[in-house]
């Protein structure tokens, strides 16, 4: 019924609802040492991301990165993995 009414709408609050409907949960984990910021997902619940959290965290230690941050965050990230180069110099 809401969705119907939101349809026939057209103001920035359907526009709102329309994109935040099409993001889905996803897992953001910086490390440091090599600095950089990985998106894991997309997850359908923050649960189902939970769940594989630990996952991600162990493979990437096992790659040496030091992990400072973990964010469960609903987005659509453009890019899964990003570097940043000022970090490195």
């Known amino acids: 019924m809401i969705f119907n009414k939101l349809t026939r709408l057209?103001?920035?609050l359907r526009l709102r609802?329309?994109?935040q409907s099409q993001l889905s949960w996803w897992l953001?984990?910086?490390t440091?040492?090599?600095?950089?910021i990985y998106y894991f997902g997309p997850f359908v619940s923050p649960k189902e991301a939970r769940l594989y959290q630990?996952?991600?965290v162990e493979d990437l230690v096992?790659?040496?990165a030091e992990v400072i941050a973990i964010k469960l965050?609903?987005?659509h990230p453009l890019k899964l993995t990003i570097c940043h180069e000022s970090e490195l110099d």
């Not at 440091?32 to 950089?36: D, E, G, M, R």
């Open 62 to 64: 096992k790659e040496e």
């Open 10 to 12: 057209k103001s920035p």
């Open 28 to 30: 953001e984990i910086k």
């Open 54 to 56: 630990a996952g991600y």
């Open 17 to 19: 609802w329309i994109k």
């Open 73 to 75: 965050k609903k987005c």
């Open 32 to 36: 440091a040492k090599p600095y950089y």
